[in-house]
């Protein structure tokens, strides 16, 4: 394993400079309630110059507050795009996306403070820092105020039983061990809107517990939590809605 940085998950200006990228479309018409924490109109994403690359094409999605929903769909169907537009990582080719209001361009840093985003493959950690700095760098780039950090940082220690690995560094732990380091570095910031890639990888069963309470806990304070995985996946807890994604539309489930 590279001692560099493996790769930087976090949703923020930043991150964004080598990403493809693509302008975000005029606003027109559409402006979704203020209270809604997520609303995707029309939004369409494509690969290349070709009509047939339409990884997503024409999705409609709205999150109500207090709400869990599930997305399923075989690997390769575009589910980790969708997650990418929606996050404000890539721009859509058409249609647009707002999380409270907010546009992921025009109000760039507000976005990016309100939402947390977990890919599926494991990014996001710098090998050389211990879990401690690590969790503390993700804080400062994620908006937490200076003063804040270091009480969220024990915390999340805490919450996801970190406490004994926390001056290991992450190149050193285990799999199921980075996985419970990365979920610690999503929910740190107490986020909104939480964008969860298959975030059951490598996780044993009271890693599995510990997600599951984090979920509950943004739900229960008013926020919206979107979860994908495989289809056939076991996912042994309840969501408010579950839909698929096939050709780049979202069906119920």
């Known amino acids: 394993m590279s ?3 493996l790769q930087s998950e976090t949703v923020r200006p930043e991150a964004r400079a080598g990403l493809e990228s693509v ?12 209270q809604t924490p997520l609303s995707a109109h029309g939004l369409t994403k494509v690969w290349g110059s070709k009509p047939g690359n339409r990884v997503i094409d024409g999705l409609e999605l709205t999150l109500e507050a207090g709400t869990l929903t599930w997305i399923g769909g075989s690997n390769g169907v575009g589910k980790t795009t969708m997650l990418r537009v929606l996050a404000g990582l890539i721009g859509p080719t058409e249609g647009n996306v707002h999380m409270f209001g907010l546009h992921p361009e025009r109000d760039r840093r507000a ?3 309100r939402l947390s985003f977990l890919p599926a493959t494991s ?6 820092l211990t879990v401690r700095r690590q969790l ?4 400062r780039i ?7 950090r270091p009480a969220m940082v024990e915390e999340s220690i805490k919450r996801f039983s970190l406490l004994e690995l926390a001056e290991h560094r992450v190149d050193r732990l285990s799999m199921g061990q980075r996985q419970r380091v990365r979920l610690a570095m999503t ?13 059951r990888n490598s996780l044993d069963g009271e890693g599995a517990a510990m997600l599951v309470a984090a979920v509950h806990e943004v739900v229960g304070r008013g926020g919206a939590v979107l979860w994908c995985s495989p289809l056939g996946e076991s ?11 096939e050709h780049g539309k979202l069906k119920s489930h």
Not at 23 to 34: D, Q, V, Y
Not at 123 to 128: C, E, F, K, N, S
Not at 136 to 139: H, I, K, N
Not at 142 to 148: A, D, K, L, Q, S
Request: net charge negative; aromatic share 10%.
């Open 23 to 34: 302008p975000a479309p005029e606003l027109g018409s559409f402006s979704p309630p203020s």
């Open 235 to 245: 996912l042994g807890m309840r969501f408010d809605r579950k839909m698929v994604l």
């Open 142 to 148: 994620g908006f937490v105020p200076r003063e804040r």
């Open 3 to 5: 001692d560099s940085l």
């Open 187 to 199: 929910f740190i910031k107490e986020p909104d809107l939480v964008l969860l890639d298959e975030p």
């Open 123 to 128: 990014t996001g950690l710098h090998a050389r």
């Open 136 to 139: 503390d760098y993700t804080a």
């Open 111 to 113: 976005y990016q403070q």
